[in-house]
């Protein structure tokens, strides 16, 4: 599986190899790694070189030192996820950007949530609307914010699709940084509430086809608010 790695940049072609392996499902969770001298010989490096690449999984959450030895851990998901999100954050992604993959991603989210969600799912997206009701009646920005991003998380979480919700997790800092923008918008909030309650109650219908399309309406709702502001 392992194969020996050229000279140039050895630290990064041993973790990229790792990584490789973790994403081929040719190493899994609770894994361990062969000891540190054979995985020298397997890599064609030294012990520097492999204690430094060691270190640098370590830090990203995809291996864990124990007395058993060095094993893959069940974080690798959480650090893919958070890889993507700095990329995002930090590309020329703009607002209209963000708005339209939320549309795609969050349609076929509440569709799948709306078949599979349980009670206690549902328990905690209504939840999220009370909680915005409250934050606008005492008219706490940050608390509405707060209650809005659990709303569409949890949805995320319902449609019991971890590739879909690793995915959504990985955009959820730009979605942030829209709705701090839109919630100083004159009108959005009651607007944008009014939308979570329809969407709710197709939720309970188990309509998926109007949950759909009124998540598509509520985003876009959204930007419209933005965009002539």
Same mark, same amino acid.
């Given at each position: 599986?392992i194969e020996p790695v050229k000279r140039?940049? #050895? *630290?990064?072609?041993? !973790?990229?190899?790792? $990584?490789? &392996?973790?994403?081929?499902?040719?190493?899994?969770? @609770?894994?361990?790694?062969?000891?540190?001298?054979?995985?020298?010989?397997?890599?064609?490096? =030294?012990?520097?070189?492999?204690?430094?690449?060691? $270190?640098?999984?370590?830090?990203? @959450?995809?291996?864990?030192?124990?007395q058993k030895g060095t094993i893959i851990? =069940?974080?690798?998901?959480?650090?893919?996820?958070?890889?993507?999100?700095?990329?995002?954050?930090?590309?020329?992604?703009?607002?209209?950007?963000?708005?339209?993959?939320?549309?795609?991603?969050?349609?076929?989210?509440?569709?799948?949530?709306?078949?599979?969600?349980?009670?206690?799912? &549902?328990?905690?997206?209504?939840?999220?609307?009370?909680?915005?009701?409250?934050?606008?009646? *005492?008219?706490?920005?940050?608390?509405?914010?707060?209650?809005?991003?659990?709303?569409?998380?949890?949805?995320?979480?319902?449609?019991?699709?971890?590739?879909?919700?690793?995915?959504?997790?990985?955009?959820?800092?730009?979605?942030?940084?829209?709705?701090?923008?839109? #919630?100083?918008?004159?009108?959005?909030? %009651?607007? %944008?509430?009014?939308?979570?309650?329809?969407?709710?109650?197709?939720? $309970?219908?188990?309509?998926?086809? &109007?949950?759909?399309?009124?998540? !598509?309406?509520?985003?876009?709702?959204?930007?419209?608010?933005?965009?002539?502001?």
């Amino acid at each position: 599986m392992i194969e020996p790695v050229k000279r140039l940049n #050895v *630290t990064d072609s041993i !973790v990229n190899q790792i $990584k490789d &392996l973790v994403l081929q499902g040719k190493l899994t969770i @609770g894994d361990k790694l062969p000891p540190e001298r054979e995985l020298m010989n397997q890599f064609g490096v =030294g012990r520097p070189s492999l204690r430094e690449a060691l $270190k640098v999984l370590e830090a990203q @959450g995809l291996i864990e030192k124990t007395q058993k030895g060095t094993i893959i851990t =069940g974080n690798h998901n959480k650090f893919f996820t958070e890889s993507l999100m700095f990329q995002l954050y930090f590309s020329s992604s703009d607002l209209n950007d963000i708005f339209e993959t939320r549309r795609f991603i969050e349609r076929e989210l509440v569709f799948m949530a709306t078949k599979r969600a349980n009670d206690d799912d &549902l328990h905690e997206i209504e939840q999220t609307i009370y909680a915005m009701e409250l934050a606008i009646q *005492t008219e706490n920005q940050a608390d509405y914010v707060s209650a809005n991003l659990h709303f569409h998380d949890r949805i995320a979480k319902a449609s019991k699709n971890e590739v879909m919700y690793n995915l959504y997790q990985s955009i959820t800092s730009l979605v942030e940084h829209s709705q701090v923008l839109a #919630v100083a918008v004159p009108g959005i909030k %009651s607007d %944008s509430l009014h939308y979570h309650k329809e969407i709710f109650a197709a939720l $309970k219908e188990r309509n998926a086809q &109007l949950a759909s399309e009124r998540m !598509v309406n509520h985003i876009t709702s959204v930007s419209q608010f933005l965009f002539k502001n």
